[in-house]
């Protein structure tokens, strides 16, 4: 029997994940007062920017910024001010597994910050951030196989869904806008802000650019002149919209992320006898282009006279999927203040960092559990200096996403709004907002090779036989080297999943 095997090669993309590393940054920074002055730090915010990376062999190497932002007091400790500095970091992350590829490959590090602190000693800040970093690698890969085989034989096919990246490309840029502060807050100074950018839409041109729209939050503190509120915050939206080249086409679908890398902002009077606040963001956004495919393969193929065929298999695992969700739960702690702390008369200011710990699939939904760093500023009954505590409170919540618990899910919060529920209780109300990435990965085995080997005794005649537990019709045909539909002719009732013990009829000459 004459057959011949037709070679292809299928195109896909091996992702490679690095296995999560947390590493320590550290800053210095002198205060500006003297050395014997009274300084207090009431709160220590951070946020870490990826500059890039670069993989080499089975390692990543990325470096990137932290940005520390300090509310303290030095001196008069009724009086806030606020410190901007930042330090840089370099860290390697060893991949979860072997790198054998050497070409070009798309790289996409990932950094948070899981815990800041900060303390004053002898006229200086002493800074330090926890951040977390993760990276995944896609490498592309030409995997050879056999796409079919010509000639009198039985062959049994699988579809393949196939993705891979076919674009991509970056932008980065200072986005600058106003916001009116109402008379009513009587803001004095603007101490500073943080941002967290929203995609909401993604086109594509024709010209080859993506271009992304979407909202930036920002929540500003600011010291205030209002009777019993030296300290208040305000939320602004900030609409944007950046054009992103992209090299390579356009595929059959865009993911994009924004990151907001730093906000600059500054309040001033706006000559009519209120307040404006200039804001300068700096807005980074990626776009991933993917294309996808749908390949049919040969899975298995035998002969039913001559000659059999030998084929070699090789287990090939591939991309198939892409996730890029966001999603928002509200959520609401109550903070037992430590035994012996100041009562509470009125609360400012809340913060809360989610950092989560475990995520597991719920039906429709993913169930994040994890710890809130919180912490509230507050006043007392009986002073004009500021109160800071510090909390850990750990959460669980369910967001509804199609995130799994092995992509790399982020948290935020946002709209945090203390309020004193008794003397020595304080409520922290807050949204948290999820983002989730990661790939979908299938596996398959495919045909590498075929070649003619000797064929093996087969019973000739009719014959009962009884399925056994995992059999199919395929596995029968092949057996008794029959076509499929001669078995399926000879048994009509048989179906395609076989029940173990059904007696079928098999007639070879």
């Keep these: 029997m004459e057959w011949q095997a037709i070679h292809d090669h299928m195109e896909t993309e ?13 800053a210095e920074v002198a205060l500006p007062g003297g050395l014997r002055e009274e300084a207090r730090v009431y709160y220590a915010d951070a946020m870490a920017a990826v500059n890039g990376g670069e993989l080499s062999g089975s390692r990543v190497s990325t470096d990137g910024k932290v940005t520390f932002h300090v509310l303290y007091a030095q001196g008069d400790l ?12 370099t860290q390697a992350l060893p991949l979860r597994e072997e790198n054998t590829n050497s070409a070009a490959v798309r790289l996409q590090p990932r950094a948070e910050v899981q815990h800041v602190s900060a303390k004053a000693f002898n006229g200086r800040l002493l800074l330090r951030a926890i951040v977390y970093l993760t990276a995944e690698a896609a490498l592309p890969r030409s995997v050879a196989f056999v796409k079919d085989i010509s000639g ?11 993705q891979r990246a076919v674009g991509e490309g970056a932008a980065q840029t200072l986005l600058r806008e106003e916001f009116e502060l109402s008379d009513v807050l009587q803001v004095k100074g603007t101490l500073y802000a943080t941002g967290s950018a929203q995609v909401e839409d993604i086109m594509g041109g024709a010209d080859g650019r993506a271009t992304v729209t979407g909202t930036i939050q920002i929540e500003a503190y600011h010291t205030s002149d209002m009777p019993g509120r030296p300290l208040i915050y305000t939320r602004h939206s900030m609409p944007y919209e950046q054009q992103v080249n992209l090299s390579g086409a356009l595929g059959d679908a865009l993911a994009a992320r924004s990151v907001v890398k730093d906000v600059a902002v500054l309040s001033q009077d706006n000559g009519e006898g209120g307040k404006i606040m200039r804001a300068e963001v700096q807005l980074y956004t990626e776009v991933t282009a993917v294309a996808d495919e749908k390949m049919t393969v040969l899975q ?7 000659d059999a065929i030998e084929v070699t ?3 090939v695992i591939y991309r198939s999927g892409t996730v890029n969700e966001q999603a928002a739960e509200s959520g609401k702690t109550v903070l037992q203040l430590p035994e012996g702390s100041p ?18 699939r719920q039906k429709d939904k993913l169930l994040v559990e994890g710890i809130l760093e919180t912490a509230v500023v507050y006043l007392t009954d009986d002073s004009a200096v500021p109160v800071a505590i510090e909390q850990e409170e750990p959460f669980r919540m369910a967001f509804a996403t199609q995130a799994g618990p092995d992509d790399a899910v982020s948290l935020t919060a946002t709209q945090v709004e203390p309020s004193a529920v008794t003397g020595d209780r304080v409520e922290l109300k807050y949204i948290l907002h999820l983002s989730a990435e990661g790939v979908r990965k299938s596996g398959a085995d495919v045909i590498a090779d075929a070649a003619a080997a000797p064929a093996p005794e087969t019973e000739k005649g009719v014959a009962l036989y009884f399925l056994q537990p995992g059999e199919t019709t395929w596995d029968l045909a092949k057996r008794y080297r029959m076509a499929v539909h001669d078995i399926v002719e000879m048994n009509p009732k048989l179906q395609e999943t076989c029940v173990p013990g059904t007696p079928v ?3 070879r000459r």
């Design 300 to 306: 298995d193929v035998f002969t039913t006279g001559g």
């Design 78 to 89: 009724s009086k806030i001010s606020a410190l901007e500095t930042t330090a840089d970091f």
């Design 343 to 360: 009562r509470v008369k009125t609360a400012l200011l809340g913060f809360v960092r989610p950092v989560p710990v475990q995520c597991e």
């Design 505 to 507: 009829i098999t007639y």
């Design 313 to 315: 298999s090789q287990h």
């Design 14 to 26: 091996q992702v490679l994940s690095a296995k999560p590393t947390q590493v320590t940054v550290e």
């Design 152 to 162: 009198d034989v039985e062959k049994k096919t699988q579809v393949l869904s196939i």
